[in-house]
């Protein structure tokens, strides 16, 4: 009602979710959206699971383990 356009209000509540997502799993929503945005272009629809902020930040923590040892 106050967004202006019935589509621009679908937009906003994806990506509203998506940032609920990132914090409900300790994600830094600017982190994930910079990295998103830079890996996106070049991924396989097959990949998009990947994606999601669980298996972002569980991805990133296996990433950061590897890196300590």
């Known amino acids: 009602m106050f967004i202006g356009h019935p589509e621009a209000g679908e937009r906003s509540a994806v990506i509203y979710t998506l940032l609920g997502s990132c914090r409900r799993h300790g994600v830094n929503p600017f982190e994930y959206l910079k990295d998103l945005f830079t890996r996106l272009p070049a991924t396989k629809i097959t990949q998009i699971k990947e994606f999601k902020p669980a298996a972002w930040a569980k991805a990133k ?3 950061q383990v590897a ?3």
């Open 61 to 63: 923590a296996k990433k």
């Open 67 to 69: 890196q300590a040892s």
